[in-house]
């Protein structure tokens, strides 16, 4: 029997005593054990000392935004370099997973959690409280002016926009690469596989995917905080529900309750449904305040909107206030929405691969840049023009309650249009979708990242769902008790710091690993010459090799066949190649384990060069419907056995049923000489760029891509 870990398996190499043997849903106890402690201990904390936990966060935000707002504001524009380089470069086409692989949701779909998973109810919050704000207390230019005007949306624009989603992009592309590509495990540790080898299954690792998840936990309190005040002055407004800590305790419990439900469905059939009903009733509450307003008013402003983007985003970028800075105003929103983009990002960024398998790095990272963005674009330039037009025309009051009380400003805003009561529960039930949408998909995400999963689609136990929306829900409430919203937004700045320099090196393996992915690529041209050299043509026979090919390109077969085909092909040619190379004193091992599902072996061929590196090469029973166009009557449950070729990078997508001895023995010398190729050329790029040579490297991973 093989050493390997067992089909569709996503822990470390075989010969890595250390790594896990995962069970379905088995706990990583020091990850959960570690988070969930000291979450549960700041909660209690705040509770029962809100004054002091309030003056100690005040502290260190202060520290925080003195010593490294300047870096907040490098570290997001640099995420957004790499996301684009990646996207328009050549790595582009490289997919999420296996080169055979299709995505597995529709366009509306998947653009629908894109957007769902990404923002709370927090865009309700903001979309008439920002732009009021920095119209009435810009951090440059007098107040109330039209620059000022022009300014205020665009600002608001600017931290929704696309420096945010693309701190999004590069968890997602990152973690699908590792995960649906290699097999890793689909954690935030996989994406340092490249940096420090199999020490991800480590201690260091287990420090990775526990700040991962107290950020996460973090970021997400921070919109259930803001969505809890949203809804219960909208509760308030429509039916008298009082405003206090009694409301807000209930309106927590029902959404514990809602996400929960909703997080143990899963993600096909609970945040899937909800992601669409969420995205379709606010395009019909964005569009009912477009025609109750002024239609062409804001179109106008809409398109001044966007052109103001473009043509100020680069200065706004980097734009520190170094000279006059308006430390109140940045920690309140740049400095604040930066460490928020940056504490989502491991839950959504993880949430996107999960949803984005089979697409390329170019299409995820177009999608996550431009759909979300061009959605929030509209309604905050809707919600926050119009709020201005209000404004400008002389209601003080309205501008005022807007930018102290935001969770009134959005209300206040409807109120100014008929139909208000319709509006206005529009809004509620899209706030509360909103919010529960961020609750569930990060308890599934949180729950995932705290568990051993036999796959990367594999969901954590329903327990542990429960769990992490139950502990979501307790931090929320203890910040609203030391300090609302504030509290919130303090407390993430904080929590998103320590991450933010786990993602610079995210972007180092990342790249890394794109750039053994292209070598693997150029190495495969170099020796295709003489894998097409027919040295291994089986020449006494011509006639029969066509028609072999023929009838084997026309044939489907059925589970004896392919247990036949192990016993007199596949074990007799892995045999006969392992004995030659053991023969040129080259180690080399036949491995073969058994399918419990089909009842028939994976048989490989496993042989080590050097100390480190290791040739991988392995046929894979897959069982799969039978194509329609087939000459033979078939009907809609007839399927028919492949045999895939698997080697350390995944599937290679082709079928080798039906090959003769010599024929599989030569595809298996094709790819070795192919490996070889690649470590030549990788050991020259190396030598090049003065590597250490004992450096891990992704060219080690050789893990079971089990596709089926």
């Given at each position: 029997?093989?050493?390997?870990?067992?089909?569709?398996?996503?822990?470390?190499?075989?010969?890595?005593?250390?790594?896990?043997?995962?069970?379905?849903?088995?706990?990583?106890?020091v990850?959960?054990?570690?988070?969930?402690?000291?979450?549960?201990?700041?909660?209690?904390?705040?509770?029962?000392?809100?004054?002091?936990?309030?003056?100690?966060?005040?502290?260190?935000?202060?520290?925080?935004?003195?010593?490294?707002?300047?870096?907040?504001?490098?570290?997001?524009?640099?995420?957004?370099?790499?996301?684009v380089?990646?996207?328009?470069?050549?790595?582009?086409?490289?997919?999420?997973?296996?080169?055979?692989?299709?995505?597995?949701?529709?366009?509306f779909?998947?653009?629908?959690?894109?957007?769902?998973?990404?923002?709370?109810i927090d865009?309700?919050?903001?979309?008439?409280?920002?732009?009021?704000?920095?119209?009435?207390?810009p951090?440059?230019?007098?107040?109330?002016?039209?620059?000022?005007?022009?300014?205020?949306?665009?600002?608001?624009?600017?931290?929704?926009?696309?420096?945010?989603?693309?701190?999004?992009a590069?968890?997602?592309?990152?973690?699908?690469?590792?995960?649906?590509?290699?097999?890793?495990?689909?954690?935030?540790?996989?994406?340092?596989?490249?940096i420090?080898?199999?020490?991800?299954?480590?201690?260091?690792?287990?420090?990775?995917?526990?700040?991962?998840?107290?950020?996460?936990?973090?970021?997400?309190?921070?919109?259930?905080?803001?969505?809890?005040?949203?809804?219960?002055?909208?509760?308030?407004?429509?039916?008298?529900?009082p405003?206090?800590?009694?409301?807000?305790?209930?309106?927590?419990?029902?959404?514990?309750l809602?996400?929960?439900?909703?997080?143990?469905?899963?993600?096909?059939?609970?945040?899937?449904?909800?992601?669409?009903?969420?995205?379709?009733?606010?395009?019909?509450?964005?569009?009912?305040?477009?025609?109750?307003s002024?239609?062409?008013?804001?179109l106008?402003?809409?398109?001044?909107?966007?052109?103001?983007?473009?043509?100020?985003?680069?200065?706004m970028?980097?734009?520190t206030?170094?000279?006059?800075?308006?430390?109140?105003?940045?920690?309140?929103?740049?400095l604040?929405?930066?460490?928020?983009?940056?504490?989502?990002?491991?839950?959504?960024?993880?949430?996107?691969?999960?949803?984005?398998?089979?697409?390329?790095?170019?299409?995820?990272?177009?999608?996550?840049?431009?759909?979300?963005?061009?959605?929030?674009?509209?309604?905050?330039?809707?919600?926050?023009?119009?709020?201005?037009?209000?404004?400008?025309?002389?209601?003080?009051?309205?501008?005022?309650?807007?930018?102290?009380?935001?969770?009134?400003?959005?209300?206040?805003?409807?109120?100014?249009?008929?139909?208000?009561?319709?509006?206005?529960?529009?809004a509620?039930?899209?706030?509360l979708?909103?919010?529960v949408?961020?609750?569930?998909s990060?308890?599934?995400?949180?729950?995932?990242?705290?568990?051993?999963?036999?796959?990367?689609?594999?969901?954590?136990?329903?327990?542990?769902?429960?769990?992490?929306?139950?502990?979501?829900?307790?931090l929320?409430?203890?910040?609203?008790?030391?300090?609302?919203?504030?509290?919130?937004?303090?407390?993430?700045i904080?929590?998103?710091?320590?991450f933010?320099?786990?993602?610079?090196?995210?972007?180092?393996?990342?790249?890394?690993?794109?750039?053994l992915?292209?070598?693997?690529e150029?190495?495969?041209?170099?020796?295709?010459?003489?894998?097409l050299?027919?040295?291994?043509?089986?020449?006494?026979?011509?006639?029969?090799?066509?028609?072999?090919?023929?009838?084997?390109?026309?044939?489907?077969?059925?589970?004896?066949?392919?247990?036949?085909?192990?016993?007199?092909?596949?074990?007799?040619?892995?045999?006969?190649?392992?004995?030659?190379?053991?023969?040129?004193?080259?180690?080399?091992?036949?491995?073969?384990?058994?399918?419990?599902?089909?009842?028939?072996?994976?048989?490989?061929?496993?042989?080590?060069?050097?100390?480190?590196?290791?040739f991988?090469?392995?046929?894979w029973?897959?069982?799969?419907?039978?194509p329609?166009?087939?000459?033979?009557?078939v009907?809609?449950?007839?399927t028919?056995?492949?045999?895939?070729?698997?080697?350390?990078?995944?599937?290679?997508?082709?079928?080798?049923?039906?090959?003769?001895?010599?024929?599989?023995?030569?595809?298996?010398?094709?790819?070795?000489?192919?490996?070889?190729?690649?470590?030549?050329?990788?050991?020259?790029?190396?030598?090049?760029?003065?590597?250490?040579?004992?450096?891990?490297?992704?060219a080690?991973?050789?893990?079971p891509?089990?596709?089926?």
């Amino acid at each position: 029997m093989s050493t390997d870990e067992p089909s569709g398996t996503a822990t470390a190499p075989p010969d890595h005593a250390a790594a896990p043997h995962p069970g379905e849903g088995r706990l990583k106890r020091v990850v959960f054990l570690g988070s969930s402690l000291l979450i549960l201990a700041v909660s209690i904390w705040a509770m029962i000392t809100p004054e002091g936990a309030e003056d100690t966060i005040g502290v260190m935000v202060e520290w925080i935004s003195d010593g490294f707002g300047w870096y907040y504001f490098l570290a997001a524009t640099l995420y957004l370099l790499f996301v684009v380089y990646v996207a328009v470069s050549r790595y582009g086409n490289i997919k999420l997973g296996p080169k055979h692989s299709r995505p597995d949701y529709g366009l509306f779909a998947w653009a629908a959690m894109l957007f769902a998973a990404g923002i709370g109810i927090d865009l309700m919050f903001f979309s008439v409280s920002g732009p009021v704000s920095h119209y009435l207390a810009p951090p440059e230019g007098d107040a109330q002016t039209v620059e000022a005007a022009r300014q205020a949306v665009v600002w608001t624009l600017f931290h929704y926009g696309i420096t945010g989603w693309a701190m999004y992009a590069l968890m997602g592309m990152a973690l699908g690469y590792f995960a649906f590509r290699y097999r890793l495990p689909l954690a935030i540790r996989s994406a340092l596989y490249p940096i420090i080898g199999r020490r991800i299954y480590g201690r260091i690792g287990d420090t990775v995917d526990l700040a991962a998840i107290i950020g996460t936990v973090f970021g997400i309190s921070v919109s259930l905080g803001i969505g809890v005040v949203q809804l219960n002055y909208g509760l308030n407004y429509l039916f008298d529900v009082p405003e206090g800590t009694a409301a807000q305790v209930a309106l927590i419990a029902v959404a514990v309750l809602m996400a929960t439900v909703s997080a143990v469905a899963g993600v096909d059939r609970g945040i899937r449904r909800l992601s669409q009903l969420n995205v379709l009733l606010a395009i019909l509450l964005m569009g009912y305040i477009l025609f109750a307003s002024s239609p062409i008013r804001l179109l106008n402003s809409l398109i001044l909107n966007i052109g103001d983007y473009v043509s100020r985003f680069p200065s706004m970028t980097l734009n520190t206030f170094a000279y006059d800075q308006p430390t109140e105003w940045l920690n309140s929103w740049t400095l604040f929405f930066w460490a928020w983009w940056v504490a989502w990002a491991p839950f959504v960024g993880m949430f996107l691969a999960r949803i984005s398998k089979g697409r390329t790095i170019r299409q995820f990272v177009a999608a996550t840049l431009i759909i979300p963005f061009l959605f929030t674009l509209t309604f905050l330039s809707v919600f926050g023009n119009s709020a201005l037009f209000l404004v400008r025309d002389g209601d003080e009051a309205f501008g005022e309650t807007a930018m102290n009380l935001p969770e009134q400003g959005f209300y206040g805003l409807l109120d100014q249009y008929p139909g208000a009561l319709f509006s206005a529960g529009l809004a509620t039930i899209v706030g509360l979708l909103l919010y529960v949408t961020s609750a569930d998909s990060g308890a599934l995400v949180i729950g995932n990242l705290s568990s051993h999963l036999r796959t990367p689609l594999t969901d954590a136990v329903p327990w542990l769902r429960i769990f992490w929306a139950a502990a979501t829900g307790l931090l929320t409430l203890a910040m609203l008790l030391v300090g609302g919203v504030d509290a919130l937004t303090n407390a993430t700045i904080i929590m998103g710091l320590p991450f933010s320099f786990v993602m610079f090196l995210i972007i180092a393996g990342l790249y890394k690993a794109l750039r053994l992915e292209r070598m693997r690529e150029e190495a495969l041209l170099t020796s295709l010459p003489s894998s097409l050299s027919g040295r291994m043509t089986h020449r006494t026979a011509p006639e029969w090799t066509w028609r072999q090919r023929l009838a084997r390109t026309m044939s489907y077969p059925g589970k004896h066949s392919a247990a036949r085909f192990v016993d007199e092909v596949c074990r007799p040619a892995f045999q006969e190649v392992a004995g030659e190379l053991r023969r040129r004193d080259v180690e080399a091992t036949v491995t073969e384990e058994m399918d419990e599902e089909l009842n028939l072996p994976h048989v490989g061929l496993q042989v080590p060069i050097g100390e480190r590196e290791e040739f991988v090469y392995r046929v894979w029973p897959i069982e799969t419907a039978t194509p329609a166009f087939a000459t033979r009557s078939v009907t809609a449950h007839d399927t028919y056995v492949r045999f895939e070729v698997q080697l350390a990078e995944g599937s290679q997508g082709y079928d080798v049923m039906g090959y003769s001895k010599e024929q599989l023995i030569a595809n298996i010398l094709d790819q070795y000489e192919r490996h070889l190729e690649f470590l030549r050329m990788h050991r020259e790029a190396a030598a090049r760029s003065a590597l250490p040579d004992h450096r891990p490297d992704i060219a080690e991973v050789h893990l079971p891509e089990d596709e089926r």
